[in-house]
């Protein structure tokens, strides 16, 4: 097990194993995220008090949990490339950050979308929603932090560091919707036992969710290969690489 | 498709754009994802060929 976890550490071996794993996750993405649209919009009932509105539960909900998800990987990428100063954790980092960052932006957008029609409003600085710009902020932070050091060694310990500390926020949001009063409604999906969302509606929404996880380790793979190529410019295993 | 699914119930102005957001989001983070790869290649052979042509 940690021989596996050491070759993770191998830019060429990450390089060579990340092409191989991309078509994969993106049929992966692409069947999961097909049978979640069609079950989603066209099979699962409306919901009783908002109607067809609720449909963008499958978009928004799948979003705002890889905007978490994002940020957890990045910071803990982040960590280890601090602490054991293994460069491919900040590579990971840094391919993840843009990644989280557009992730986030949909979950606020697709909120916002779904404020208007059930709350009256596009935006109320309800804890949840404020706590999710934060993260977006921290996602923009982290790739400005990132860009502003000319050695970027030193960028990428900043940008970790500030990534490790805005961990702080994710606890935050999950779990503002029950230490506060709060117009978003509390959990339904991520609640142990039993959740409060019919079986032929999580379904789809379950479909959705596994499908954006693969679709953002697809494009963190691609991303990845790119960080690496850009770090390992100068390493000889880089000339047969991209000749190839 | 019937009518009543296009209109979401009368709720079409607001599902529409929402998945068409996100749909563009994924696009977006496909083709960008790509184009760095594409882009730190490119760099990659110039300092290939730069190495190259140095004494």
């Known amino acids: 097990m940690w021989t596996w976890f050491y070759r993770l550490a191998s830019p060429p071996y990450v390089y060579r194993v990340a092409a191989l794993w991309i078509p994969w996750f993106l049929t992966a993405a692409a069947i999961t995220i097909g049978c979640g649209l069609i079950d989603g919009l ?3 009932p409306p919901d009783y008090q908002q109607g067809d509105a609720f449909r963008i539960i499958y978009v928004h909900v799948p979003s705002a949990w890889m905007s978490e998800f994002t940020y957890a990987c990045m910071a803990v990428a982040g960590a280890i490339g601090l602490i054991w100063r293994i460069k491919m954790g900040h590579a990971v ?27 009256g409003t596009y935006w109320a600085w309800d804890p949840r929603l404020t706590t999710e710009l934060i993260l977006l902020f921290l996602y923009v932070g982290v790739m400005s932090l990132r860009s502003a050091f000319e050695d970027p060694a030193r960028g990428d310990r900043a940008a970790a560091l500030l990534s490790v500390v805005g961990v702080v926020n994710l606890p935050i949001i999950h779990y503002s ?12 999906v991520a609640k142990l036992g039993k959740p409060d969302i019919e079986l032929s509606m999580l379904w789809p929404l379950l479909s959705m969710m596994l499908g954006f996880m693969c679709f953002y380790a697809a494009v963190l793979c691609i991303r990845l290969r790119g960080e690496i190529l850009d770090r390992e410019r100068q390493a000889t295993w880089v ?3 991209v000749k190839s | 498709m019937n009518s009543g699914f296009w209109s979401m119930g ?10 068409g957001f996100v749909f563009a989001v994924l696009a ?8 760095h790869l594409a882009q730190a290649r490119r760099r990659a ?3 290939i060929a730069m190495a190259g042509s140095t004494p």
């Not at chain 1, 843009?98 to 779904?114: D, N, Q, Y």
């Not at chain 1, 919707?177 to 339904?188: D, I, K, R, Y």
């Not at chain 2, 977006?28 to 184009?35: E, Q, Y």
């Open chain 1, 42 to 44: 066209g099979f699962a």
């Open chain 1, 93 to 119: 980092a840094a391919a993840a950050a843009p990644i989280g960052a557009s992730f986030t932006l949909a979950a606020l957008v697709t909120g916002s979308l779904w404020g208007r029609p059930m709350w």
């Open chain 1, 177 to 188: 919707v029950v230490w506060w009063n709060s117009l978003h409604q509390g959990a339904t």
């Open chain 1, 239 to 241: 000339r047969e690489a």
């Open chain 2, 10 to 19: 009368g709720y079409a102005r607001f599902v529409w754009p929402c998945f």
């Open chain 2, 28 to 35: 977006w983070n496909l083709w960008a994802a790509r184009r």
């Open chain 2, 45 to 47: 052979l110039r300092a």
